[in-house]
């Protein structure tokens, strides 16, 4: 398995730990999850790429794992994530730039 792969399972692995140990946390972020991304007036697609976007920004390399595979499976192009890369750099400068490459290397690992 890959490593962001992997770093997918760890995150939804924990997620499974919170709902027996904590389920209502772990209820009221899936539900959370799941409203805020599902399509609406924005396509789920569209949500997938804002939120590669934050997690650039915010660092999150769990979250990159996850949103970079959610947004493929939506259908993001590797056109679209490449260019989500390119605003995030814009919005958050140098240290968007080094996420942003790990947002591009789990695209290549997940589209190999």
Excluded: W
């Amino acid at each position: 398995m890959s490593h962001y792969a992997n770093k997918a399972k760890e995150v939804y692995g924990f997620i499974e730990t919170l709902s027996k140990k904590s389920p209502e946390v772990a209820k009221g972020f899936m539900s959370l999850r799941h409203g805020a991304l599902s399509a609406g007036k924005l396509a789920a697609k569209e949500k997938e790429l804002i939120a590669i976007g934050i997690s650039i920004i915010s660092h999150c390399d769990g979250c990159i794992a996850c949103h970079v595979k959610d947004a493929l499976d939506t259908g993001a192009s590797k056109e679209e994530i490449i260019e989500t890369i390119g605003v995030a750099i814009l919005m958050g400068g140098g240290p968007a730039i080094v996420y942003g490459q790990k947002v591009y290397d789990a695209m290549e690992e997940y589209t190999k």
